[in-house]
């Protein structure tokens, strides 16, 4: 071969593969989006028992991916919402689902790519709904795969004889050679933190004649599974130990199925050349008969399992606190409420330890710290999906008028916290930002003005997270004193806005340094204006516990019947009038009216 044509053969190969995992992406990401909330809803339930959280993280693996299904399942862990023990069903799912989506792409379907990729196009341009237009999305991803595969395979299949010798190492024949196919295929799938994207290739080299052997694509397939296990590794890294050690429980999982398939390679072969002809499709059923193989064997064993991954991880930290919202306590509503004022408490909690995160990442800029913070609010917003989902299934029971308005308040507070953590987030961000710019740095009595306002508003956030106790009656009174100290910190703004603004005008600071202070400044004050918010929601006569109702069985909802809608045409042409204001403001006379344009007259 020319140095023209090995050039035009390696681009091909290059750009195959990038269409393959472009496509893989855009499938991936169109399924996710069509099912939209339910596949969040379908791992919230994977805990109710071992085979269900097989089944249904088997379901989320063949949407997702094993990458992004596991990186969800520490997520859950990580924000208490799952333990360690009730991850390994999900994770094990994971696995299968992947497997069985592999199954899809190994059939002979790729001279129906470009169907797949026109009419997903079409779908994802013009279909009325989110849901048809993701799902279009989906189909184009699926066409941008297979075509990706006949790229691939079109560009190799005249040179095939030329890339034997480079593959001669890759095989099952012997120890060596399956142990160095598998660090091949392991580090190349972890460079693309994509088993599919490997296997696809896999599957691409056998149309393309490089593969003719099930002794080949052995050790490419079995490599793929540690390599994968990458993604959930990465995702999980500023996550809690909990979350961590169930990103450890992937690759142990998977070194194992792998450990097992090697010992058992002659049985596994007999079973994988018998269940099909083509080597694609073998290489498929290797695939999934490995991986629900494994999962078979350590499914009975969650809870030894979560204990082994204990102690392959050791750590000094605490365990992190698990959720409150036990769907068990549903049917006692009563407690399901104390449940959910406890749930505010941890994010309340995790707020001030946000606050302190911060401390970090404004005076040393330390990016470890941002990434342990984002992590952090990403838990914050996880926790306020489950909350409403949980407050929504409390509400098909039977609430008294004061649980109705509890109820209320507990997801205007849940939603204030959740803004909280927001404003943190931005607030590490400008601290980012400033430390790119020398010149924004301001002098020491200025920063001490500034963090004694950001140490007045953790106070505030401090006495909301206390406050936030059901095992004490006086929510009002607490409530009361966050109000207290919300006004200590109005003052101290207003002082610290002052001396900021005659600093600046005194030349004492930059002009970028004040534009920081104020960027800092309208974020903090925000925050403490969404505790406030809690506050007045405790200050409520029904933001309140009964005792005497902790044990009440909840009585079945009533019958309910839907109101007559409204008529939507006589709203809206109200709306369009605007009718509505001459009832409060007075017309403006007509030498006072605006000229037309909207500017001066």
Request: aromatic letters at 8%; charged letters at 20%.
């Given at each position: 071969?020319?140095?023209?044509?090995?050039?035009?053969?390696?681009?091909?190969?290059?750009?195959?593969?990038?269409?393959?995992?472009?496509?893989?992406?855009?499938?991936?990401?169109?399924?996710?989006?069509?099912?939209?909330?339910?596949?969040?809803?379908?791992?919230?339930?994977?805990?109710?028992?071992?085979?269900?959280?097989?089944?249904?993280?088997?379901?989320?693996?063949?949407?997702?991916?094993?990458?992004?299904?596991?990186?969800?399942?520490?997520?859950?862990?990580?924000?208490?919402?799952?333990?360690?023990?009730?991850?390994?069903?999900?994770?094990?799912?994971?696995?299968?689902?992947?497997?069985?989506?592999?199954?899809?792409?190994?059939?002979?379907?790729?001279?129906?790519?470009?169907?797949?990729?026109?009419?997903?196009?079409?779908?994802?341009?013009?279909?009325?709904?989110?849901?048809?237009?993701?799902?279009?999305?989906?189909?184009?991803?699926?066409?941008?795969?297979?075509?990706?595969?006949?790229?691939?395979?079109?560009?190799?299949?005249?040179?095939?004889?030329?890339?034997?010798?480079?593959?001669?190492?890759?095989?099952?024949?012997?120890?060596?050679?399956?142990?160095?196919?598998?660090?091949?295929?392991?580090?190349?799938?972890?460079?693309?933190?994509?088993?599919?994207?490997?296997?696809?290739?896999?599957?691409?080299?056998?149309?393309?004649?490089?593969?003719?052997?099930?002794?080949?694509?052995?050790?490419?397939?079995?490599?793929?599974?540690?390599?994968?296990?990458?993604?959930?590794?990465?995702?999980?890294?500023?996550?809690?130990?909990?979350?961590?050690?169930?990103?450890?429980?992937?690759?142990?999982?998977?070194?194992?199925?792998?450990?097992?398939?090697?010992?058992?390679?002659?049985?596994?072969?007999?079973?994988?050349?018998?269940?099909a002809d083509g080597l694609t499709r073998q290489a498929a059923n290797l695939h999934l008969f490995v991986m629900t193989a494994v999962s078979l064997i350590v499914l009975p064993a969650s809870k030894p399992v979560a204990g082994l991954l204990r102690r392959l991880w050791p750590s000094s930290e605490p365990p992190p606190e698990p959720s409150h919202l036990d769907v068990e306590l549903l049917e006692k509503p009563e407690q399901a409420l104390c449940a959910s004022i406890r749930e505010l408490r941890r994010m309340a909690a995790l707020c001030v330890r946000c606050m302190d995160t911060n401390g970090v990442v404004m005076l040393k800029g330390c990016r470890t710290?941002?990434?342990?913070?984002?992590?952090?609010?990403?838990?914050?917003?996880?926790?306020?999906?489950?909350?409403?989902?949980?407050?929504?299934?409390?509400?098909?029971?039977?609430?008294?008028?004061?649980?109705?308005?509890?109820?209320?308040?507990?997801?205007?507070?849940?939603?204030?916290?959740?803004?909280?953590?927001?404003?943190?987030?931005?607030?590490?961000?400008?601290?980012?930002?400033?430390?790119?710019?020398?010149?924004?740095?301001?002098?020491?009595?200025?920063?001490?003005?500034?963090?004694?306002?950001?140490?007045?508003?953790?106070?505030?956030?401090?006495?909301?997270?206390?406050?936030?106790?059901?095992?004490?009656?006086?929510?009002?009174?607490?409530?009361?004193?966050?109000?207290?100290?919300?006004?200590?910190?109005?003052?101290?703004?207003?002082?610290?806005?002052?001396?900021?603004?005659?600093?600046?005008?005194?030349?004492?600071?930059?002009?970028?340094?004040?534009?920081?202070?104020?960027?800092?400044?309208?974020?903090?004050?925000?925050?403490?204006?969404?505790?406030?918010?809690?506050?007045?929601?405790?200050?409520?006569?029904?933001?309140?516990?009964?005792?005497?109702?902790?044990?009440?069985?909840?009585?079945?909802?009533?019958?309910?019947?839907?109101?007559?809608?409204?008529?939507?045409?006589?709203?809206?042409?109200?709306?369009?009038?605007?009718?509505?204001?001459?009832?409060?403001?007075?017309?403006?006379?007509?030498?006072?009216?605006?000229?037309?344009?909207?500017?001066?007259?």
């Amino acid at each position: 071969m020319s140095g023209r044509e090995w050039m035009f053969m390696v681009f091909q190969v290059i750009g195959g593969m990038s269409l393959f995992i472009f496509g893989m992406h855009v499938m991936t990401r169109g399924l996710r989006a069509a099912a939209g909330e339910a596949l969040r809803v379908i791992l919230a339930r994977t805990g109710r028992s071992r085979v269900q959280g097989l089944v249904l993280g088997t379901l989320v693996g063949f949407l997702a991916h094993s990458g992004a299904a596991t990186t969800m399942v520490a997520g859950f862990v990580n924000a208490g919402l799952m333990g360690l023990a009730e991850s390994v069903p999900p994770m094990l799912g994971a696995n299968v689902g992947t497997a069985l989506s592999m199954q899809l792409i190994s059939f002979h379907i790729g001279a129906y790519c470009w169907m797949a990729i026109g009419i997903g196009f079409i779908l994802s341009m013009v279909a009325p709904g989110e849901r048809a237009r993701e799902s279009g999305n989906a189909l184009l991803g699926f066409g941008l795969l297979f075509l990706g595969m006949t790229t691939i395979s079109e560009a190799i299949a005249p040179h095939k004889d030329m890339l034997a010798p480079w593959l001669a190492h890759i095989h099952g024949e012997t120890w060596t050679g399956r142990l160095i196919g598998v660090a091949i295929s392991a580090a190349l799938t972890a460079a693309v933190t994509s088993s599919g994207a490997i296997i696809g290739l896999c599957f691409a080299l056998i149309g393309a004649g490089v593969f003719t052997q099930f002794d080949q694509v052995f050790p490419i397939v079995l490599g793929s599974h540690i390599g994968t296990c990458i993604v959930a590794l990465t995702a999980s890294a500023a996550m809690n130990v909990e979350a961590r050690r169930s990103a450890l429980g992937h690759l142990v999982f998977n070194l194992f199925n792998v450990a097992l398939a090697l010992l058992a390679y002659p049985l596994v072969r007999a079973a994988v050349l018998w269940s099909a002809d083509g080597l694609t499709r073998q290489a498929a059923n290797l695939h999934l008969f490995v991986m629900t193989a494994v999962s078979l064997i350590v499914l009975p064993a969650s809870k030894p399992v979560a204990g082994l991954l204990r102690r392959l991880w050791p750590s000094s930290e605490p365990p992190p606190e698990p959720s409150h919202l036990d769907v068990e306590l549903l049917e006692k509503p009563e407690q399901a409420l104390c449940a959910s004022i406890r749930e505010l408490r941890r994010m309340a909690a995790l707020c001030v330890r946000c606050m302190d995160t911060n401390g970090v990442v404004m005076l040393k800029g330390c990016r470890t710290s941002l990434r342990r913070l984002y992590a952090d609010e990403e838990v914050i917003n996880e926790v306020k999906k489950a909350m409403y989902r949980y407050l929504g299934h409390l509400t098909d029971r039977y609430l008294s008028r004061r649980q109705t308005l509890f109820l209320q308040h507990v997801g205007r507070c849940m939603k204030d916290l959740e803004r909280i953590g927001d404003h943190l987030t931005a607030i590490a961000d400008i601290s980012i930002e400033r430390w790119k710019h020398p010149e924004a740095m301001v002098p020491e009595p200025m920063f001490r003005v500034w963090f004694d306002l950001f140490c007045a508003a953790k106070e505030v956030l401090v006495m909301t997270e206390q406050s936030l106790n059901p095992d004490l009656d006086d929510f009002q009174g607490r409530a009361l004193s966050i109000l207290e100290a919300r006004d200590r910190y109005v003052i101290m703004s207003m002082d610290a806005k002052a001396e900021f603004a005659g600093a600046a005008e005194a030349k004492t600071i930059t002009p970028l340094g004040g534009y920081y202070l104020s960027r800092y400044m309208a974020d903090l004050d925000r925050l403490v204006r969404h505790a406030k918010s809690v506050a007045f929601a405790e200050r409520q006569p029904d933001f309140r516990v009964k005792r005497t109702k902790l044990d009440r069985e909840a009585k079945p909802a009533g019958a309910y019947e839907p109101p007559t809608p409204v008529k939507a045409e006589d709203y809206l042409a109200r709306l369009q009038r605007m009718d509505w204001l001459s009832d409060s403001e007075p017309a403006l006379p007509e030498e006072k009216r605006p000229a037309p344009g909207g500017g001066p007259g």
